[in-house]
């Protein structure tokens, strides 16, 4: 019973991680309040499997519970005295909060709540320096959040901070730019330094995730089978992945005129080594994968992996429904640059709808079909771009798709 209870445990902790990995990579991108409160009260419920989320912004002295998702309503639309509320707890003290009996605990307005499912809640501040609103989570039978919950929820804040930041100053630099061109500079600069403190205290929690995992490791060392060891580097693997991913990720959302890491990139490297990941993950799944010689390019090796991991693993959800999934890897010379293709024989797509095919949260198909959230094609395209590139597919429906990238030498 406790080896099942571990297993599963880890399995948990790998979804949680890659729920995590997705909204920071959609946060980057947002550009308006509504987009960030729909990713995040998405988010929040996933990544603690809680009843109910809700968004707590602070509107001077008032805390306004801007949005939720939960199992019913809660408190959407409402603003409520700081010194009256939960949320309000969390910014004033600016520290996450955890209870798990609300009608036990004198901080928690009890008519406020009676009429709602809430049993027991997690509440974290957005920012633990000069808080600008707060995260809540709620259950519907009594819960004690674990402290890895608490970490969990609060990462998602930290990164929610920078996003509503990006939100504010661009919002702010679309008029200011037109008088004041010269101010954009500045600006940029002083949001990569906001982005760059945030990122680093991100890696805090993820180095302790990663810490706990290794003492599991080699605590129940002769517990452990073969499955379990296999579970374990997977998480470990989605941490380290994670910690570039916020380097990455979030320093190129703000880069501005900022250069990229330019350096020499195996391209062969780094294409056969996401292949063989999606050997090891394709189960009873037959899938062949056709990799010509790559030839090296300039480039940022994380943000070009990135580009790689997202156009592969397109490949290989789109051609889940073929008896043989058969996916081309290869690339075309030209004078100026180089074109690096993947060739699939998927479900394809109409054409007629490519012009939306690189827009956030744009997909060809139904989330009941294929999975997925409508990033990962618009964050190749920001890449590419910004390594001077171009991006563009081919396809006919139920016969394929290609897409290509082009790199200067």
Known sequence: ??????????????????????????????????????????????????????????????????????????????????????????????????????????????????????????MVPIRTIEPIGAIGNYWAKQHLPTEEEVKLLQSLADVTAVALENVKIYTELEQRVKDRTADLEAANKSLEAFSYSISHDLRSPLRSILGFINILRDSLRDQLKGADNDTIERIVKSVLHMEKLIEGLLSFSQAGKQQLARLPVSMQHVVDEICQMFNEQKGERNITFRVLSLPNIQADPILIKQVWVNLISNAVKYTRKQERAIIEIGFEERPDSIIYYVKDNGVGFDMEYAQNLFNVFQRMHSQKDFEGVGIGLSLVSRIIEKHGGNVWATAKVDEGATFFFSLPR
């Open 1 to 122: 019973m406790n080896e099942h209870c571990l297993r599963e445990g880890f399995k948990n902790n790998s979804m949680e991680m890659e729920h995590l990995i997705m909204a920071v990579q959609q946060l980057s991108l947002a550009r308006d309040l509504d987009t960030i409160m729909r990713i995040v009260r998405s988010a929040a419920r996933q990544l603690t499997g809680a009843d109910g989320a809700t968004f707590v912004l602070k509107d001077e002295d008032k805390s306004y519970y801007a949005d939720e998702d939960a199992i019913s309503p809660l408190w959407k639309g409402k603003r409520f005295p700081l010194d009256t509320c939960i949320s309000g707890w969390a910014i004033i003290n600016k520290k996450a909060v955890t209870i798990e009996d609300i009608y036990v605990d004198d901080r928690i307005p009890h008519d406020a709540y009676r009429p709602t499912f809430v049993k027991s809640l997690a």
